[in-house]
């Protein structure tokens, strides 16, 4: 939307007439601050496009097919509400085929055969829990390994005649040690004749998995895409029809309109046609404004780190000695998500002493806001009121008190 804007002053309007909060986001595509921005005009005109006529759905699914082949080299695609909607659908695709009549019979009567064996590692939270999502098309999981170790023989001892799927998860989420890589854990499923979900919603990869065997991947249109809230699911195609064919079951409530549907084509576009090199070079420059802007302050080291799953990113790593800086990481990210604007950052590992700060998706004029925010907040360090303890229980649980905060107190 604002990308081509040339301005450098941020623009409020929008917030202000609505009586919104103004954010800066520099935590990442996080789905509770609207997720991205569209990257290119045609998104928002092809979504208004689509508001103001009517159309055979059929076609519509059918050129996001085309598109999402383009995209990943799979052989079929479709869309759906979400990344999320799109794990329930792959799962139920895996137990009922082509079937309408085992479509129409879930969640509530999957048949024997509907286990899905999941790493317990991978058994992750991205704001509801994965096993939620699972259970959406009645199918239970069925958990191999533990926490932080899983063998071959315990993903091969779950995987039998009453398993449906094999889900593999590709997340900064999970576990990143000790967990079947991709290409064994497809093998180990395949040699049982299970089909392979992968669940790659944050994922800049979008040939890697289909290529490495993956029989079905879900991705987020509104994530590193810019497109609007919508899943992509990429593969064989039986399975996709499968998954489509679920809109006469629990896929209804996870339908997407014709609107969403243009917009993440237009989307998937827009990222085929991208110059990304330019964008990552806007990209390091922020960080390094950033890094300059912190160099100095007491207590504070910052430097570039490589994306965990190894997206082509880099964040600023903060590191926070709480002796020097007055604070430990956990109140600062609290005490600069309390700012007008509030930057929201990214905080989820501050307990072990840090905050990152992710240059996507930036709009004109927040990275010299932020740079200047976080020397005014770290310099002046006043945050008696925040216990440390606190922030990070909320930070932690405030997922869940947000939801229940909202509309309350009478
Ligand atoms: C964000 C995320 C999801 C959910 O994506 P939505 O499109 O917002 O539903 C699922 N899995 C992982 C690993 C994610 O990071």
Known sequence: MANDQPSTTPDWRWHDENGFRRVVNVAGTMTGLGASVAPAPEV?????????????????????????????????????????????????????????????????NPGPKSGVAV?????????????????????NVRVAGTATLCKDFQLSAVLDENTAAALYVVSHHVVHYGQIPFERFARLAHEKGVPVIVDAASEYDLRGFIEKGADLVIYSGHKFLGGPTSGIIAGRRDLVRACYLQNIGIGRGMKIGKESIMGAIAAMRAWMKRDHAAIRARETAALELWRKALSDLPGISAYRVPDPTGNPLERLQVDVDPEKAGAGAPVITAA????????????????????????CNLLPGHAELVAAALRDEISRGAWEEI????????????????????LGNG
């Open 44 to 108: 928002s005109r092809e979504t208004a496009a689509a508001t103001e006529r009517f159309v055979d759905m059929h076609e519509l699914q059918a050129l996001a097919s085309t598109t999402i082949t383009e995209l990943t080299g799979a052989e079929a695609g479709c869309l759906t509400a979400s990344a999320g909607a799109g794990i329930s659908l792959a799962v139920a695709a895996c137990i009922t085929g082509l079937d309408p009549a085992r479509v129409e019979a879930l969640p509530l």
């Open 119 to 139: 790493q317990m590692g991978h058994l992750c939270e991205y704001g509801s829990s994965i096993t939620t999502g699972v259970a959406l098309a009645g199918a």
């Open 336 to 359: 600069l998500g309390r700012r007008d604007p509030a930057i929201i950052v990214r905080g989820h590992e501050a307990e072990l002493g840090y905050f990152q700060l992710d240059p």
């Open 387 to 406: 216990d440390p303890e606190e922030a990070l229980a909320s930070a932690r649980n405030g997922g869940t008190e947000g939801y229940l905060r909202w």
